[in-house]
């Protein structure tokens, strides 16, 4: 029986293992600030990686988004600009953080959030906006930090998709005041959970650190109110790790889209994924369009591809400003987003992950191809 292809693979080496094992015998598993050797070498690295001054490791992407949120101090009645085209944790921080989630659409080609749109949907209740850099392809970040600082907003990026993505030779996570990322499992870069933010500025590198070790300050007493949200040490050193071997993940997820494009090229029915100019996609997902498909359709489809063994996914088949919670709580109604609502019936997800064999990539395209057909 051929193996089932998955969606994600973590890579784990034998560097992270000895690390994860050091990190036992040292009996240092974690810092009550979170604040341990890892840690602090961990972040080093990703803020140097990233081309940012600070890097504050969180527990996971979603304490990241919602400690960057608490750390701007939204005012209790303020609206947060977001897609709604993306995955649930992007709103929930927001509603965590106790402001309001205001969903814009989305440009049908990059799957990002229009900065037209987002413009748009500015009012004198606005503080932030939180661009997703979605499947690993960077929002327009030019625009929409203009048209934020025009309006004095504050960016709070969600690059967990896209850690290592660039724009114009700029990482995500280097455009907005703060950059979050996810290390979960599924994710370029692994410690299985975990999370880190961010930014160019001290005030907001110490309210992160504050936020994450329940708003202690210089002394063991909260001074503001924060959250268990740190890393252990060994999650740290797993990412210190990865973070090393990151390029060469990079390199190869580049490699396996290109070759899955040239073999899916010819499918009049797919509308494959592009890298814009100036862009550098970090391609954790290689997203298709079914074109002009319902549902349904799309859904067949994927169940083909996942019985003959291929994990292809739905990112992200229900959008927000649809999923229950949003519609009872703030009345978000079909029909308003119809660039995202279209978006949801008609993309899948393949993998391109580095564990790939030209095989795999050959039995993917050739499988979609037939079935498409
Ligand atoms: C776009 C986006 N934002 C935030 C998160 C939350 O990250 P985590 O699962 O590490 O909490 C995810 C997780 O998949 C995500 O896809």
Not at 92 to 119: H, Q, R, W, Y
Not at 148 to 175: P, R
Request: aromatic share 8%; proline share 5%; with cysteine.
């Amino acid at each position: 029986m051929r193996k089932i292809i998955t969606i994600a693979q973590p890579i784990i080496g034998k560097e992270e293992i000895e690390a994860v094992v050091g990190v036992l015998k040292s009996g240092i598993l974690t810092s009550s600030r979170g604040d341990g050797p890892y840690a602090k070498k961990f972040e080093e690295s990703f803020a140097k990686y990233v081309g940012v001054k600070y890097a504050v490791a969180m527990s996971s992407g979603t304490a990241a988004l919602h400690a960057a949120l608490l750390a701007a101090e939204l005012s209790p009645d303020s609206e947060v600009i977001v897609p709604s085209f993306t995955f649930t944790a992007t709103a929930s921080a927001v509603v965590l953080a106790g402001a309001k989630p205001v969903f814009v659409d989305i440009d049908p080609k990059t799957f990002n959030m229009d900065p037209v749109c987002f413009e748009e949907a500015i009012t004198s209740k606005t503080q932030a906006v939180i661009p997703v850099h979605m499947y690993g392809l960077m929002a327009n970040m030019e625009e929409i930090v203009r048209i934020a600082k025009e309006n004095d907003l504050e960016v709070i990026e969600d690059a967990a998709h896209s850690v290592g993505a660039e724009l114009k030779g700029k990482k995500a996570g280097s455009f907005g005041d703060y950059g979050c990322f996810s290390f979960y499992a599924s994710k370029n870069l692994t410690t299985g959970e975990g999370g880190i933010v961010t930014t160019n500025r001290r005030e907001n590198m110490e309210a992160l650190c504050s936020i994450r070790a329940h708003g202690f300050g210089r002394h063991q007493s909260s001074e503001i109110l924060g959250h268990n949200y740190r890393m252990s040490e060994l999650a740290c050193a797993i990412g210190y790790y990865q973070l090393l071997k990151l390029p060469k993940f990079l390199e190869a997820r580049r490699r396996n889209a290109a070759k899955l494009t040239s073999l899916l090229e010819g499918s009049a029915r797919l509308e494959l994924p592009e890298e814009p100019e100036g862009y550098k996609h970090a391609w954790h997902l290689y997203t298709i369009r079914l074109r002009g498909s319902r549902a349904g359709e799309r859904n067949k489809i994927v169940n083909k591809l996942v019985n003959a063994g291929i994990q292809a996914e739905v990112f992200y088949s229900t959008p927000l400003h649809l999923a229950p919670f949003y519609r009872r709580k703030f009345g978000f109604r079909p029909r308003s987003l119809p660039r995202t609502e279209t978006a949801a019936r008609q993309v899948f997800s393949l993998p391109v992950h580095p564990e790939l064999s030209d095989e795999d990539l050959r039995y993917m395209a050739q499988r979609l191809t037939r079935i498409v057909r």
